[in-house]
């Protein structure tokens, strides 16, 4: 009789660091920022984290671009929306903690009915597809105001029946804290999913489609499967984003939403798993606190991302992993005086823009008020000569010497790269 064989398996104990220090920075964050304004934040960063991971499972691991997926995310917020008008009404009998479940399961539901077509192609006709469909489902709710509530949008009340341990759902804490709790199981879940047999074959029908179906398996099946899932958390999100506002209208399912998924899970890194978390956060950031500093919020985001897209295709989680790789080696105090450099020329050279940016639009919208406008703790006169000279001369000088220190970053950071493949070499050869 063979003897059983018993393989040892270590134990990774740098995943379930990561893991309890995210489930950590989950429990603590609310305990830290402790403003009404913070705590909805957070909220909706929680909620914002979901979504965006739930669209990186088609951009990022599946290389599907989607300009529709706001739709899913829309259908499971009014959804969920209805089941917490029924569940108040008592027709339904469901606590508040399992709404979200039903968003996803509507998101899970229309993605299935819809993104079997839409799978059917890939790259660009697949792209095109998902813009007609959002803009169908997004006309289709405003002709059923039966559904969708009109203008006015469908509103609910999140505290029903008799309070469970003292929760309610009532004060925004609690909301935040069942937020929290679907952010992990959520974002864990889709970790998950990205080391299954279907999470690989993903990765495989994005990179090479041919071999795929060479081998003997439907890349149509890989990314319908891809698609309906993600269509489940981004209806998980939906649901939340409905118990959190108490209120769903027809701009939930605007191409807008689906333009923000995008660019945000692009700025934080398709293709790392924690990029979109990033992105997440930069989202609600730049909704909430950027959009009330001025009224050129997407201009200005749109300069990000085009500055992104230049220099850093990658987004932030690109640039954190790269720079951990070089602290690894102990490279990076060779780089910080050209960091220094480059965060000095680009910063004058944003000023310059955003100078030129703000008296634009003061001129446009405020004209009534005079030329004269507060910027950065300084008087500026819109319609002198002086102004316009200083924000253009800083504009050409900081992209100037940014360009130069930026080709000599190049150079020193090729450098490292070069020696630090050395190093590997050596490492292995011993």
Known sequence: MKAKEFHFKPLNVGRWFIWGLFALALLVAPRIWTSGLAQTMLTQMGIGVIACLAYNIL????????????????????????????????????PVSLIPLIGGVAGLVCAALLGYVSTKKAGTPFA?????????????????????????G??????????????????????????????????????????????????????????????????????????????????????????????VNGEVLHATRSGAYLLFTFLGGATFFFGPII????????????SELTKAWLLYLGLIFLFMVMYAPGGFASLILMNLRVAAFGKLKQ????????????????????????????????????PELRFMGATLNS????????????????????????????HEWGEIQEDIEKEIKRREAL
């Open 59 to 94: 951009l990022g691991q599946g290389g599907m671009l989607s300009f529709g997926h706001a739709v899913y995310s829309g259908m499971g917020a009014f959804l969920a929306i209805h089941a917490l008008n029924m569940a108040g009404a008592g027709t339904l009998g469901l």
């Open 128 to 152: 095109m597809i998902t813009l007609g469909i959002g803009e169908l489902v997004f006309a289709l709710a405003l002709m059923l105001p039966e559904f969708s509530g009109g203008e006015g």
């Open 154 to 247: 469908v509103s609910s009340n999140r505290v029903i029946g008799q309070p469970v341990l003292g929760i309610t759902f009532g004060p925004q804490i609690q909301v935040y804290y069942l937020v929290a709790v679907y952010c992990f199981i959520c974002t864990a879940a889709m970790f998950a999913l990205t080391r299954t047999p279907l999470g690989r074959m993903l990765n495989a029908v994005r990179d090479n489609p041919e071999r795929v179906e060479f081998v003997g398996y439907n890349t149509h099946w890989v990314r319908f499967m891809a698609f309906t899932i993600s269509g489940f958390f981004a209806g998980v999100a939906g649901g939340l984003g409905a118990i959190n506002t108490e209120i």
């Open 279 to 290: 992105g997440a956060v930069l989202m609600v950031f730049c909704g909430v606190l950027l």
């Open 335 to 370: 780089l910080w005086t050209s960091y220094l450099a480059l965060a000095g020329t680009a910063l004058a050279a944003l000023v310059g823009a955003a100078t030129m940016i703000e008296m634009v639009y003061h001129r446009q919208l405020n004209e009534a008020l005079g």
């Open 383 to 410: 319609a002198g000569l002086d102004a316009w000279f200083g924000a253009g001369f800083l504009i050409v000088v900081g992209a100037a010497l940014f360009e130069l220190v930026r080709r000599q970053y190049v």
